[in-house]
């Protein structure tokens, strides 16, 4: 029992003593760098009091009770030590950081400082044998102010299991900012920095050294690297993609800073490091937009986005919203997303012109009202059902929106003599397998057919691939899987895709509209198509872990191959054997394509016939007799 009691208030006392170092730690640390300085130049003052005391209290061999003059001495004398350690530093950081160099360093300052308190003692007569004193002083100054910051050290730097030990790769301005920010935060252990330049190999900045980026490998396994932080903001796209690649092998958690274009005030903080997105390991070369042809198409005009608040429709209302339409109208059926993009768009220009409208686009009256009203310079109509697995499994209101929907609002935007009608099509309406693709191709037949006969609005269809981090992307499905530690599930271990950012994506869509006033079919440069298993190999990597398998048993996340889903195939197209012609832009292309569209509306009104019936059976059989080249892939 008492033993029980014992342990209980042992416990205690040390949970308490916890405690009161936490809210001394928490204390020190919230407060400013001026009031840090003031803190620590107390404590030495007081540490050479006491050592000036010390000192002569061993040299007279007897405890020293001060008179009047050692009294003076004792309180005046620390005075002339505080300016000779703040010369050399010490107090530039913060006092809980103590390496070899800064032992150096205060050796040396205190040598100094001891000079001049001989200088003292020896004027005021107090020390008969000067030499034994300085020795003595010497001696036990540099034990306080070296165990002081040692025991501060040991405090503020009680580093738990989490601590994640780090190289900053980048030995520049930019590095030394992110050092300096980090040694805040008591969670990171900053190991030294990485930097090709090899005249700093082996030298000291800030106190931390400086390792050669060939060695790179080595450092990692020896210090146990968690983490590597990517300091240099002036990097090109490819340089940085060069890096990456070669970083990405060596399974430790990424984070780079963005570019120079995106450092607004030049001072930087850890939250500026960002985690390395998979986009910054695309292969293709990412174009700045041309600024002119955007303005050219969005400047004072009002403009229509429907599937406002999808991924695709969302990043198009951002990027129009920067060059300043005069309105810009967002129509979707979910009111959710509409009151998301709307709130978006408003955070960002809060004097926007903005109008939402609550709308599915199949419903006629209300699109036709809605296009009638709002005095429309352009449309782009980026609503569609396009999850392939969900559409294969919901034909009918995947019809319904993508075929009839599309076409009532291309309709509407003739009948109301928009001049500008833009459609967002998908590489899944090249030589269709699955439902989605079917639908989209169905449209693209539909607008060409209105291109042929008619010549108040411009039409344009615009083609691509798949967009990183959009909705039903593969990228946020393997985060989640990453997160909760797998396994990732791929559907082939062949399968490919092509793939940009959505961002870049919403940019070349504008831009091909704007090419021109002759509208028709225009395909994206989608770059070299991407292996998902690589991808999901890469995404592995770059979270700081490594892929289990046969050949690494001890891994930490399973690829697992599920098989291919209905209607997916193992590599998509951008093009149906179309001629494909430049334009102005190099990352558009121009399709001219022989395409069969005479007979489609007599499937166009079979389909709606069988929607009314509510048979898809039907339906299916009616997209695989129409000119679409659609044949439905079994799995």
């Known amino acids: 029992m008492s033993n029980r009691s014992e342990l209980s208030s042992h416990e205690l006392m040390m949970g308490l003593l916890y405690k009161i170092k936490n809210t001394l730690v928490l204390f020190l640390l919230s407060r400013s760098r001026p009031v840090k300085t003031i803190i620590a130049c107390s404590i030495d003052y007081l540490l050479l009091a006491f050592g000036f005391w010390a000192s002569l209290s061993i040299r007279i061999n007897d405890f020293l009770i001060p008179n009047s003059q050692t009294l003076n001495l004792i309180i005046f004398a620390p005075l002339l030590g505080l300016p000779v350690l703040y010369f050399f530093g010490l107090y530039r950081s913060v006092l809980r950081y103590s390496n070899y160099r800064s032992t150096v360093t205060i050796v040396f300052a205190v040598s100094i400082y001891t000079i001049f308190w001989l200088i003292a003692v020896v004027s ?126 060596l399974s430790v958690m990424i984070r780079i800073l963005p570019g120079l274009s995106d450092i607004t005030d030049g001072r930087l903080s850890y939250s500026d490091l960002k985690k390395v997105r998979v986009e910054d390991l695309l292969k293709r070369q990412i174009r700045e937009p041309d600024h002119e042809l955007l303005k050219s198409k969005i400047y004072m005009k009002n403009i229509l986005v429907t599937g406002a608040g999808g991924s695709i429709g969302s990043e198009l209302c951002r990027q129009i919203i920067a060059y300043n339409p005069k309105k810009l109208v967002l129509l979707d059926h979910s009111e959710y997303a509409l009151y998301k993009i709307e709130g978006d768009l408003l955070e960002r220009k809060e004097d926007s012109n903005i109008v939402s409208k609550l709308c599915d686009v199949a419903d006629e009256s209300q699109i036709k009202r809605i296009i009638d009203d709002q005095d429309l310079h352009v449309i782009f109509h980026a609503a569609a059902y396009k999850h392939v697995p969900l559409v294969e499994k919901n034909i009918i209101p995947a019809i319904r929106t993508n075929i009839l929907g599309s076409l009532l609002c291309m309709k509407a935007a003739i009948h109301s003599e928009v001049p500008d009608f833009v459609f967002i099509s998908t590489d899944k309406a090249v030589r269709p397998t699955n439902i989605m693709g079917a639908t989209k191709r169905f449209s693209e037949l539909l607008l060409q057919k209105l291109i042929a006969n008619q010549e108040g609005t411009k039409l344009s269809i615009v083609r691509f691939g798949n967009v990183l981090g959009s909705s039903g992307s593969v990228v946020p499905l393997f985060t989640k899987q990453i997160e909760k530690g797998g396994p990732i599930t791929v559907t082939d271990s062949s399968i490919v895709r092509y793939f940009m950012t959505i961002m870049e994506a919403a940019q070349l869509v504008i831009q091909a509209s704007a090419i021109d006033s002759e509208g028709g079919i225009f395909v994206l440069d989608m770059g070299e198509p991407v292996r998902i298993y690589d991808l999901a190999q890469d995404m592995i990597k770059l979270a700081g872990m490594n892929v289990k398998d046969r050949e690494n048993p001890n891994g930490d996340i399973e690829i697992r191959i599920t098989g291919l889903r209905e209607g997916e195939k193992l590599y998509e197209e951008l093009s149906h054997n179309s001629i494909l012609r430049e334009t102005s832009h190099p990352m558009i292309s121009r399709a001219t394509e022989s395409a069969k569209f005479n007979d489609i509306e007599n499937y166009l009104s079979q389909i709606e016939y069988s929607i009314d019936n509510n048979s898809e059976k039907e339906l299916i059989q009616i997209l695989a007799l129409s000119p679409l080249d659609y044949k439905k892939m079994n799995t």
Not at 186 to 213: C, M, P, Q, W, Y
């Open 124 to 249: 005021s007569g107090v020390v008969i044998k000067p030499i034994d004193f300085l020795v003595i002083n010497f001696l036990i100054s540099i034990f306080l102010i070296l165990g002081v910051r040692f025991i501060a050290q040991k405090i503020f730097i009680e580093r738990p299991e989490s601590v994640r030990n780090i190289l900053i790769y980048g030995a520049g301005t930019a590095g030394l900012q992110i050092a300096s920010a980090m040694r805040l935060n008591a969670g990171f252990h900053i190991i030294g920095f990485i930097d090709d330049d090899r005249e700093k190999t082996g030298s000291f900045l800030n106190d931390i050294r400086v390792f050669d980026s060939s060695n790179l490998e080595e450092i990692i396994e020896k210090k146990s690297i968690n983490e590597i932080f990517i300091t240099i903001p002036s990097l090109s796209r490819s340089e940085r993609t060069s890096l990456l690649n070669k970083l990405k092998e």
